[in-house]
Structures are given as C-alpha cells and as structure tokens.
C-alpha cells in the first residue's frame, strides 16, 4: 500500500496528471524548493493567490475520490485515502498561505536575473534551481498506530518546515532587500509562527470531511468527534458483530471469486458449532455456538520495537485497558500500515486468542477481505511461511493453489493472513523459529513491491512473546485483558440463557455471577470460566461448596469431576474401587506434569520430557506403597492432552509432531504439586507408622520430586501445603513430623540418588542442597516448628551446623530460591537456661521480618565482660572478596567511606561494648547510630546524649576521637549544660596528654570549652 507516497504519486494516484504545478509540488514537499526561471514565478504567484490553482486542484482530485468510493476494493480504497491525505496536507498549506497579507505586490514575486544569480550562489546556469529544505520526504499520516495528537504535531512540523522553505525562497529575491526591518520581521512572523498551526487546523477539518465519506478513517484516530461512529458498534459486544456491521457497510459492491468463497465458507461455518469443541459436556448440556457466546475482549495495545519487552508486565502496564477491540481491528485493516506493519496479538493460556481469530476470519467481508487462517499447530514448522500458508488453504478448501495465483485472483480484496500459534512454534521447536516475525515482514515487503499487499496478524502467548525477535520496523501489539465483572455477568447470561430448559428439568440453579466472582481469576480467562460453570452445572456444587471451601478443596472438586467425566467415557462399566483409582491415576499423571514444569523453572513441557519423567519415576507399575495404583502409566501423549484445562502445543516437522503442554492457568499446576507432596507424604507417614522405628522407608519418588526446585519459590504451592496438610488426621500429621525429621538427618548422605528421574542438569551438591531446603520447609511446615536441636540432635551447639547447611543451600540455590526459602521459613534466635543458644523455624502465614541482631546471641559473650574483641576487620574483607555474595560485597561496601578511620585499619579488631544490661554494640554501629542521630533535627536530647554515650564507651586511638568531636561540636547547642560538662572534663584529661593531637582538634576542644559554651551558646 501507499507508504512514502511522494504528492506526485498521491496526485496520480488520485486521477491526476502530472504538471509544473504538480511537479514543483512535489519539489517542495519532497524537501527541495524549484525556483527556476521556468515555473518559479509561476508557483510563487499562486502561493499567495487565493484563486490559484493550487489548493482547488487538490480539492478536485479528494471530491473525484469520494464520487467513486463504491466502486473501489479494498486495497485501493485504503490506498488512495492515503494518498488524499497527503494532498490535503498540502491543500491545507496553500490555503493558510494564501491568506497571509503581503508587504509587497504578488507580482514582485517574479524572478528577475539577478534574483536567480542571487538564488543560485552567482551561477545562473543552475535551471532550475535546487535548494535545499528541511522537510522530510514523507508527509505525515494519521493512522491507527500512532495517537491522533502526536501525528497532528508531526504534522505541524512538516507544515513549518514548508513555511521555512517558503521563506528562505522570498528572502532570496530582489522585493525582500527593498522591504524595512519592521516588514520583514512581521512576515517571517507570520510565516514561521502563524501559518503553520492555521495549516494544520485547516487539514484536520479537511480530514473530518472526508471521514464522512469514508466512514474507517473514524476508526483510524482517537478524536471525540468520531466518537458516533464507534458507540454503535461497542453496544454489539458479543461475536466481533460490530466489526462485520461495518465493514459491510464499507465493503466494495463486488462478487467474490470461488476461492475466495470458499475460505469465506470454511470460516463462517465455525460460528455455528460449540465456543469449546474439546468435550467433557456433562449429558444434556449445551455449549453456546461461537456466534453466541463470544464475548468481545478487553484489551491493551502499544506500538512495539525490538528493545521493547513484551513479555513483562510493566511494560504493558504503561498503556490503559480499552474496550474498543474492534474499533482497533477495524482500524489496522483498513490503513495503508497493515501492509507494512503486523499485528501481534498476545495473551495468557485460555484468555480466547485462538478465537478470536476464528470469529475474526468469519466475520471479514470476502467483497473486501481475502482470509488465510493458518494454525501453526498444524502446519510445518520446518517450512517457510508461504508453504504454510499454501497448506493452510488447502486443509480449508480441500484445493492446492500456490500463494501468487489466490492473491492475483483477490480481485482488489486485502488478503489478511492469521498466522495462529506463533507461541506452539517457538514452543515447539526451541529457537528455530526466533526470526519468524522478521520473515513475516519480508514477506510483506516482497508482497508490497509485486503489488499484492497483503495484512499479517501474529498471535501469541504473552510469556514467550520475548523469545521473538521484533523486526526494527516494529509491530503494533494488542494483549487480551482478563474479563471484568461485567464480561463475565455477560457471558454467564448466555451460558444460562442457551441451557435454561436443561437447568429447569434436572432442577439445577443457573450460575449466578457472584458465585463466579468468588473464584477470583479463574473466572476471568473465557475458558476457565466455561471450566467453572460446567463444574457447576452437574449439582450446583460450585454454589453449594464455593462458600465453604478453600482454594484447594476447589481446586481438588474441580479436576476430580473433569477426570471422573473423562474415566466415564474412556472406561465405562467400572465399578467404584476400581474408578476411584482410575481417577487417582489420571490426577497422578496430571501432578507429574505439574512437576514436570515445575522442575524444569518453567511453565510448560514437552511431550518428549513428559514421557522421559513417567517412566524414570515409574518403570513398571506404580504400585507402591500409599499410593495404590494399579496399572502402569501411559506415554506423555496420551497423558494430559484430553484435558481442555491443559493447553496443547503442537508444531510438525519432517512429518514429525512436536507437542508440548501447559496448564491455562499457572495454579493448576501448582495445585498438582502441592496435592503430590502431601499425598506422597501422607503414604510415606502411614508406612512409618506400621513399621518398625529402624525399619528404612522407601522415599525415592519423594525424594526425585524435591531434589530439583525449592517448594518455597512459589507462594501458591505453601498456600495450597498449608490447606492441604491441615485436613490430615493429628496421628498422620505427627507420623510425617517423625518422617521429615528423619529425613532431614540422612539428607546429607552419601548415595542418596533420585533413581533415573532428571528432569535437569544438576550437580550432586546442588541437588542435595535442594532437597535439604524443602525437607526443612516441610518439616517446620508440618510440625508446626522444629528446633536445632532437634535437627541436629547431639550437637552441643546446633548452630555451628547449622550454619553449614545454610551455607550449601545459599551456595547451591538460585538466588530466587535463596530469596524465596529464607522469606517463607521464619528462624528465630533463642536462648536457653545457662544462656545456651538453640535456634527454631517456623513457616508463619503472615508477613514477617527479622528482629534485630543480638550480638551476644551471635557470639556467646559471657556475662562479666563490658568489652570484647571478636573479628578482625581483615577476616571480613578476605571472606566478603573470597565468597563473592552480593548482600555481603554489598554490606562491605557499605562501610567502605569508614576506611579512613583507625579502627578500620587491618591490624586492628572490631570490638563490642555493653552500653546498657540489655544493649551491647559494635564501634562501627555506634558511631553510624551517632550520625544518624544527629542528622536527625527532631531526635530528642535524651536520644542524642544517648547516641554519644554509646560512642564514648570506646577507647580508641585519635582519629576515632576527632569521628566523635566533629559532630559533638555542632550540636552542642543541643545538649545540656551538665552533660557537656562531663564530656569535656573526660575529653580533656584524654587530649591533653597527647602530643599528636591535630591543631583543629584543639581549637574544636577549645570552642567547646563551658565558659565559650555559656556565653554564646547555652
């Protein structure tokens, strides 16, 4: 499409011929002024003639567009807008210009000989002349890419610059040399200041006139005066019917061809058939048709470059949520930028986007529109985009066509190719397929320059969105918004209106809206809110349970129904006992693709990965003890991918299907894990408790499942813990206490292996580092609480190792594990009788902090000591630079301006003083208190004796005497009389015997002697 159109080719783009006018036009607006002999007076005179031909011609060839609007297709049409309005930006300035009162006669515009030897820097010969503008080659244009304002800003610039061009031409002529200073001020004026803005006033009325002609460039700004063309269509918000209302009005009055019709057919035909086609419909229910129960989504949308980060949040928190979907839509497919520019579509699991795309392709004009949907999924991911295309028309129409012979035969329509599951490629096939958004825009670019422009839109999960490279031209990128109360009351509307009959003859309740609201975001996401209401149109249980359960009791009623529903049409005929386990089963193979996930730090997994897991953890039969399944587990493939809650990647290669998995909402999975470690916990605990205290219970599952990721780095996971172990009987919850226990004395061990499951590279260190942390996790967790003593029985002082395992999990976790356990597990310092320390943790399910450091407790001061030494401050630094830590480089860099101090130095210790029975400090502590204190304008006398009391408990050598005296002599105004009178005598007695004191530090002594201090300062 039209993209860097010169006026010239706007001009005949629009019907008109080429002239001199045209040409130096396009001289001009091109960034370049003719001011020849040949056509320079010409075009000067009817700049300022308002008769001239200038802004009529351009009025004539935008009236010749509006006459023959209908019968233009789409692509043309879209062309040509822009290409009016870039005639119109120029109209515009020709008309603000002819209204500029002139010092002179317009006929003194014509170039005499010395005018052009001036022009021309005394060579004549130049004809025509070039001088160098300052506008750049493309007029700007609205579009719905960039907000309205901003382009009538740059616009103002592009008029601005033309004034200046205008200007330099009239200085460069004979009339400007006879005009006074005053005339010429007031002209360049006018032309700089005045002219300019009244251009670009002129073309936005320009513009709204020809918005009622052409009704989509309402839809291409954000202007209130278009806010009627879009009210109509937002009060259709269910099935994109907005958007088809019109385009159809706006469509070209022309028949598609057969294939266009054909894919027109294949797409339309899905708006008849179930919003969900993946089954688990309780008998007698309906699922609402496409058409129906598609409600349309919010949205949030940004223009995106290839800095830009689309897959964190705060970056798209920058642009509000919107509820004109459509209006954006309607928008980027009638602008010239859809040619040049895809659109990316983003969204969570489950948040519609894959349906918003089939409503989108059947609700596009086939007169105006040439849809080419193309599931990823299922076309080869080894292939390149125009092969995939070519499949993707086949497997909708049954024909096999190239790409060049169905755009030829589009007849003028836009073809709009859907490129559905983007995410599922990169997914599937690792980082293959990274540069894919840069072989969308070459595509464009190539189908641009054939002249067959053709529209891309790109969709996407919102969480592998960075994994694609963003082309440098960028993309405009649209992310689906959780529904709001209101979208979810609409949608529950239908689900109750459409299955009303079935409601009232099984005597079931329709789901109301806040029963549905309870469940916070699961209801938000379209599918798990069909997930929701299918759950509760059995017996009402979400509305007779909702209020009376956790989140976890939800969570284990929700998949125990879908997985019943499932063994009942997969199994029939099964007795209890025997469906009881077959559920068991199918929520087991479930929870190891949780771990699976989870494992691995993501938030998905492969079939291949899948599989591998399964038959590490259980080669043969899973028949072990607490767990009672019976018969063996089924490849990955057949595992999960029934489930409509869990979303299926799929990409082909070589013939090859590559799948990968992943719950539509994150705590699904993490519900999974949570249920796996309390249900392998509770088997292991029954065990324990029927067999002997020495007898040694078989833990690997256990043990593989947490030897890999901390339990504690995601806070749904001890959230779900805590509900799930709560309901355990006391007698199961003390036998798993014993169990943990145990466990965390052998966690050390030597040959403690995870059998073949390793779902990650890990070294041994790491893993048992790993498992360490969630045995502790779990056993304060379940306990309640468990001293050092208890985990380390034997040792005098549990702290000494105590601290070796914190060191091997600090030095193993990631740093978001190290973050996430020491968060989570609350340890508190206690002192016992004789003053013996011990240590206890807690999993408190508030948020806590830490109390402040006791450094007796630290160091087992004994109690007939005021003074000690401890460290040296050698040890500190060695150990900070040896361990490389960023909190301790970053505690000692605290401290690094106290360098210049004495008590820093190498040789000398760090000591600590009991200022007061319950308070013992550090000098260094002290000293930083001290300041902080004193910096402090509203800190009380009392609390600023206070601070330099604790200071003065130190002997130290002199500089640490002048750290002191420096602040103690500006605030002596704030301390009492009697107070400085003791400091001063024990100051006095210090400095006087010392030979090295500095001069200042005697005059500073001198200054606060009580004589200067009651007379001036008291």
């Not at 200046?164 to 004026?189: C, K, N, P, Q, Y």
Request: net charge negative; proline share 5%; with cysteine.
């Amino acid at each position: 499409m039209a993209r860097g159109l010169s006026y010239a080719d706007a001009v005949t783009l629009l019907g008109g011929t080429d002239s001199a006018i045209v040409t130096a036009l396009d001289r001009l607006t091109g960034g370049v002024l003719l001011a020849a002999t040949g056509g320079g007076s010409a075009f000067a005179l009817s700049l300022f003639d308002a008769k001239g031909e200038l802004f009529r011609h351009g009025h004539a060839l935008v009236g010749r567009l509006a006459e023959r609007k209908s019968g233009l297709a789409r692509a043309d049409r879209t062309e040509r807008l822009a290409a009016a309005q870039r005639v119109l930006a120029v109209t515009a300035f020709f008309e603000a210009v002819a209204e500029v009162a002139l010092p002179f006669d317009t006929a003194e515009l014509r170039l005499g000989r010395a005018d052009q030897v001036a022009l021309s820097g005394g060579d004549p010969s130049l004809t025509p002349l070039l001088v160098d503008g300052l506008t750049c080659t493309d007029i700007p244009l609205v579009t719905p890419a960039s907000p309205y304002r901003l382009v009538v800003d740059r616009l103002q610039d592009f008029h601005r610059g033309l004034s200046e061009d205008l200007l330099r031409f009239i200085m460069g002529l004979a009339v400007w040399d006879r005009l006074h200073a005053t005339a010429r001020s007031r002209l360049a004026e006018t032309l700089r200041h005045e002219v300019p803005p009244a251009a670009t006033r002129r073309f936005e009325e320009h513009f709204r006139r020809l918005a009622a002609d052409f009704p989509e460039l309402a839809f291409w700004t954000d202007r209130a005066d278009h806010e009627a063309a879009r009210k109509e269509i937002q009060a259709l918000r269910t099935g994109l019917a907005g958007l088809r209302q019109v385009l159809d009005g706006i469509a070209a009055d022309r028949t598609p061809d057969d294939r266009r019709a054909a894919l027109a057919r294949r797409y339309r035909a899905r708006l008849g058939r179930p919003v969900s086609e993946s089954g688990g419909v309780p008998g007698g229910m309906t699922i609402p048709t496409l058409e129906d129960a598609y409600v349309n989504p919010r949205c949030r949308v940004r223009p995106a470059g290839p800095s830009d980060a689309l897959g964190r949040e705060d970056w798209w928190r920058a642009a509000p949520v919107r509820d004109d979907l459509q209006d954006l839509l309607i928008g980027h497919l009638t602008a010239p930028e859809s040619a040049w520019r895809p659109l990316l579509l983003l969204g969570q699991p489950g948040s519609g986007k894959s349906v918003l795309t089939q409503v989108l392709a059947a609700r596009l004009p086939a007169a105006d529109f040439m849809v080419v949907r193309v599931v990823l999924r299922e076309a080869p991911a080894d292939a390149d985009l125009q092969a995939q295309i070519e499949h993707a028309v086949r497997d909708a129409t049954g024909e096999t066509m190239t790409w060049s012979e169905l755009a030829r035969g589009s007849g003028g329509a836009l073809p709009v190719v859907i490129l559905d599951g983007f995410d599922e490629l990169l997914q599937a096939t690792g980082v293959s397929q990274s540069d894919y958004l840069q072989q969308v825009v070459r595509f464009q670019e190539r189908e641009s320059d054939q002249g067959r422009p053709v529209a891309v839109i790109v969709t996407s999960r919102t969480a592998v969105a960075d994994r694609a490279r963003v082309p440098g031209r960028g993309v405009t990128a649209i992310r689906l918004e959780p529904f709001s109360d209101e979208q979810i009351g609409r949608w529950l509307d239908i689900w109750n209106t459409t299955n009303a009959a079935h409601f009232a003859g099984r005597g079931v309740r329709p789901l109301p809206e806040a029963a549905a609201l309870a469940h916070g975001d699961l209801a938000r996401q379209p599918l798990l809110l069909l997930m929701l209401a299918l759950y509760d149109a059995g017996a009402n249980a979400l509305q007779d349970d909702g209020g009376s359960l956790d989140l976890a009791g939800l969570y284990e009623r929700l998949l125990r129904s879908f997985a019943e529903r499932e063994i009942e049409k997969t199994r029939p005929g099964q007795d209890s006992r025997a469906a009881a386990d077959s559920v068991e089963e199918e929520l087991l193979r479930l929870s190891i693709a949780a771990f699976a996930m989870f494992n691995r730090g993501r938030q998905w997994t492969t079939e291949q990965e899948l599989t591998a897991d399964l038959a590490a953890l259980f080669p043969e039969h899973p028949g072990s003890a607490g767990r009672g399944f019976r018969t063996p587990l089924t490849p990955g493939q057949t595992v999960i991918g029934r489930f409509f809650f869990v979303h299926q990647s799929q990409a082909l290669t070589h013939e090859t299907r590559l799948s990968t998995y992943e719950f539509l909402h994150a705590t699904f999975g993490e519900f999974l894990v949570a249920r796996q470690v309390a249900r392998e916990l509770a088997g292991l605990a029954r065990v324990s408790m029927t067999s002997s205290r020495h007898q040694t219970v078989d833990d690997t599952i256990l043990r593989a499942l947490i030897s890999y990721a901390p339990l504690t780095g995601r806070d749904p996971i001890v959230n779900f813990l805590f509900q799930l172990l709560s309901r355990l009987p006391g007698e199961v919850r003390e036998a798993m206490g014993e169990f943990l226990l145990r466990a965390f004395h052998a966690a050390l061990e030597t040959g403690r292996e995870t059998g073949g499951y390793a779902p990650v590279r890990q070294t041994v260190p790491a893993r048992h580092a790993v498992h360490l942390a969630n045995v502790l996790f779990l056993t304060a967790l379940v306990r309640g609480s468990v001293t050092g003593s208890e985990l380390f029985p034997g040792e005098g002082y549990p702290v000494g190792p105590w601290w070796r395992c914190a060191r091997l999990m600090q030095s193993q976790l990631q740093r978001s594990g190290w973050t996430s356990l020491i968060k989570t597990v609350r340890l508190e310092r206690l002192t016992g009788p004789g003053g013996a320390r011990d240590i206890r943790f807690t999993v408190p399910r508030s948020l806590w902090s830490p109390g402040p450091v006791s450094l007796p407790w630290t160091f087992y001061l004994p109690t007939d000591q005021t003074v000690w030494s401890v460290a040296e401050m050698t040890e500190i630094r060695f150990s900070a630079n040896f361990v490389c830590d960023e909190v301790e480089d970053l505690m000692t860099h605290a401290l690094e301006p106290l360098d210049s101090l004495t008590f820093f130095d190498n040789n000398f210790t760090t000591e600590l003083a009991r200022t007061r029975p319950d308070r013992t400090v550090s000098f260094t502590h002290a000293l930083i208190n001290l300041w902080t204190v004193s910096g402090n304008a509203n800190a009380s006398v009392q609390e600023l004796e206070t601070a330099y009391e604790e200071c003065l408990h130190f002997e130290y050598p002199l500089d640490t005497v002048e750290a002191v005296l420096r602040p103690l002599a500006a605030d002596a105004f704030r301390l009492s009389r009697e107070w400085r009178a003791k400091v001063l005598d024990d100051l006095r007695a210090y400095i006087t015997i010392r030979p090295d004191v500095h001069p200042w530090v005697r005059q500073a002594f001198h200054d606060l002697d009580l004589g200067f201090l009651d007379s001036g300062m008291s």
